[in-house]
């Protein structure tokens, strides 16, 4: 067992779904709600010489995608030293040591 | 300097270069062959990957669809972008975190059967070989056009290349020659997108300018001028589309999850050192390919203004066929656009009713649109090359898989599990050697379907692979029956929606008798669905999966101790 203890696997995971999950939603509320599902309401407004649903459908959506995926990246490698399961063999941090004395078995 | 020898120079140079790389970086070992050792930078496998997804059909294709589609293009635009939010998320890092060499080595050793394995080679070797059909075919038109031979002459110096490349370096040659080629690619992309979006619009970034003010001094949006054009001529307005909500909502999601489920992109991901650059790669090669699928749209939309306003005129009444400009005739001859005078006034007209006198292929967009512009020589040269590393990246990295499925999941794992490395390199360079024979035969002999097969590939990567990988990860307890139950009945039921609808009755294929109005390009999404239940059930009915394959299962879900991709 890679992790201190099972509480710290468990939480992992749900650290980890908790944010996967935010991030699909977002990913679901962009591309299938702004870009399809409310396009025709969004196209009332303009964005330039954009309309607003359009835009998303063929532009913005995609720029959200990207972002999404760096914020998924930045957060993750953090996660990650949080239980000390990256990669790198380094000491553990600080943040790894103070979450060992609060699940103190 | 002519066109012509221009462009002969030009992608002369670039194959140089291919070859080059391919010397340099020769394969010694099965690892080399398979994964490039593991060793690729996540910078360069996000470009790799880039120019391994974007296709003849992305780079000739995709902004001539939208061109013709307006709105309802966006499909694949999220479609073929959203796909890598789904891998960034819920499978790289955890398949990297697996360790092995194909996808198909992830289902049999996850689902502890040989079955299982099976089914997937033959999912991964069918859904590459439609693929690459296509691409030989883009080879052997860009090379028909811009360098005068002939399609067969075109697809035999294509496989040639192919051939050496992949043969000779397998995934590591394949990989950095796809960094050079997504350089030319996005290179010939933007260039002449650049010079048309200051030409029309007087902004240097595309998509800047294809919402912006037209620089003629009328000051109207560039998109309310072809909402107009286009409602005038009888078209439905660019910006709306004509497709229903729901299948448009099924569609992006089929091409998403069918994005997220090929073989041939999930690969790409073994070949990084680490499970934290199995992460970034992913966002690296969704910016690589964003660059080129935020300037496609602004493509279609110029495209399209300024091939009306060239057939139709100045004063939209149709051009003078003697006056018009030299790209029609270049193109005519390749049976890409034509005109008939229907109404006898020597005049071209475009447009979406009666009126209409011309017949325009929409392949022709990208192709065409530096003639269409005026633009220099070499740029319409630097399309031509940019055209033929798209495809040729393309083929390379689905015949990877084909040879990687044959000798590695097949040969070693199944029916010869006692031949060596070499052996085993031996096996795989043949296979690929055999694949690429193959694939220019059907470049050649294009089966009349090959088109309507690419639905076809996504629908059956969305609603086999991509829910056995998610429950596999997500799931501990999901089992065999439950995973090869659910990709059976997704499969069929897939495949059989569009066999019906594209091959046995095309007549009947009209929004009347779709169900719930989804198409059979959207099908997909509904056996991804279909899937998902099936397995769930089963597995709720049988014994859970063995505790080993538990313990695999809760080991891949952090990066702590991924080693390098193994055989075994």
């Not at chain 2, 690729?40 to 013709?68: C, E, K, Q, R």
């Not at chain 2, 020597?346 to 929409?362: A, L, P, T, V, W």
């Not at chain 2, 085993?424 to 050697?433: F, G, K, P, Q």
């Not at chain 2, 829910?467 to 029956?481: C, H, Q, V, W």
Request: proline share 3%.
């Amino acid at each position: 067992m890679s992790f201190e203890s099972e509480k710290h696997a468990e939480d992992y995971w749900k650290e980890n779904l908790r944010l996967m999950f935010t991030l699909l939603a977002i990913w679901f509320a962009v591309s299938f709600g702004c870009g399809i599902l409310l396009v025709d309401e969004l196209n009332a407004i303009r964005l330039g010489g954009f309309k607003l649903g359009f835009w998303f459908a063929q532009q913005g959506s995609i720029y959200v995608f990207l972002a999404l995926i760096v914020v998924y990246v930045i957060k993750m490698n953090k996660l990650d030293r949080k239980y000390n399961v990256h990669e790198d063999h380094e000491e553990p941090q600080e943040l790894g040591e103070s979450l060992e004395e609060e699940y103190t078995h | 300097m002519d066109i012509q020898t221009l462009t002969f120079i030009i992608v002369g140079l670039t194959f140089a270069l291919y070859i080059g790389i391919a010397i340099w970086a020769r394969a010694g070992s099965t690892r080399d062959f398979y994964v490039a050792s593991g060793g690729v930078n996540p910078l360069a496998n996000g470009m790799a990957t880039a120019a391994d997804w974007m296709s003849a059909a992305s780079f000739i294709s995709m902004a001539g669809l939208i061109s013709f589609m307006g709105y309802d293009g966006a499909v694949y635009l999220m479609g073929w972008t959203g796909g890598y939010v789904l891998l960034a998320l819920c499978l790289a890092p955890y398949l990297r975190k697996f360790g092995k060499f194909t996808v198909p080595a992830f289902i049999g050793d996850r689902y502890y059967s040989n079955t299982a394995r099976t089914v997937a080679v033959i999912c991964a070797v069918f859904v590459c070989f439609t693929y690459v059909a296509g691409q030989m075919r883009g080879v052997g038109v860009v090379f028909s056009r811009f360098l005068e031979v002939d399609i067969t002459a075109g697809v035999i110096i294509g496989m040639g290349i192919v051939f050496f490349y992949a043969v000779l370096g397998g995934m590591k040659g394949i990989t950095y020659t796809q960094v050079a080629q997504y350089c030319v690619l996005i290179c010939a992309y933007l260039v002449p997108a650049i010079f048309i979006s200051i030409m029309m619009t007087g902004h240097v970034i595309p998509q800047i300018g294809f919402g912006a003010e037209l620089n003629d001094g009328s000051g109207t949006y560039l998109l309310d001028k072809l909402d107009g054009l286009s409602t005038e001529l009888g078209f439905a307005e660019y910006t709306s589309g004509t497709k229903s909500t729901i299948d448009v909502f099924f569609i992006t999601a089929a091409l998403m999850v069918g994005t997220a489920g090929l073989p041939h992109v999930i690969v790409r991901f073994f070949t990084v050192p680490k499970v934290r650059d199995a992460r970034k790669s992913a966002g690296w090669a969704l910016l690589f390919i964003a660059l080129l699928y935020t300037t496609a749209p602004a493509i279609a939309t110029f495209a399209r203004v300024n091939m009306i306003d060239t057939i139709n005129g100045p004063d939209a009444q149709g051009t003078a066929y003697e006056e018009a400009p030299g790209w029609i005739s270049n193109w005519e001859n390749t049976g890409l656009i034509s005109w008939e005078d229907k109404n006898g006034d020597g005049k071209m007209f475009y447009s979406g009713d009666e009126r209409n006198e011309m017949d325009i292929d929409r392949d022709i967009m990208v192709l065409a649109n530096p003639e269409i512009a005026d633009l220099p020589a070499w740029v319409i040269a630097l399309v031509a090359a940019g055209g033929v590393a798209a495809a040729l990246s393309t083929s390379a990295g689905l015949l990877l898989v084909i040879s990687t499925s044959i000798s590695h999941d097949l040969l070693k794992r199944n029916l010869m599990p006692h031949i060596s490395d070499k052996q085993e390199l031996r096996y795989a360079r043949i296979a690929s050697a055999v694949a690429i024979g193959i694939a220019g035969y059907l470049g050649i002999n294009p089966p009349g379907f090959v088109a309507q097969v690419v639905a076809f590939a996504f629908g059956l990567a969305a609603s086999s692979f991509f829910p056995a990988i998610i429950l596999g990860i997500f799931s501990k307890r999901m089992n065999k029956e439950g995973a090869i139950a659910g990709m059976v009945s997704g499969i069929t039921f897939t495949a059989a929606y569009i066999i019906y609808f594209k091959f046995v009755n095309p007549a009947a294929n009209t929004p009347e008798n779709w169900w719930f109005g989804i198409s059979p390009e959207g099908i997909g999404t509904l056996g991804m669905l279909l899937n998902f239940a099936v397995a769930v059930a089963v597995a709720r009915f049988t014994s859970e999966a063995p505790r080993d394959v538990q313990a695999m299962v809760a080991d891949i879900r952090f990066p702590k101790g991924a080693g390098e991709a193994s055989a075994h």
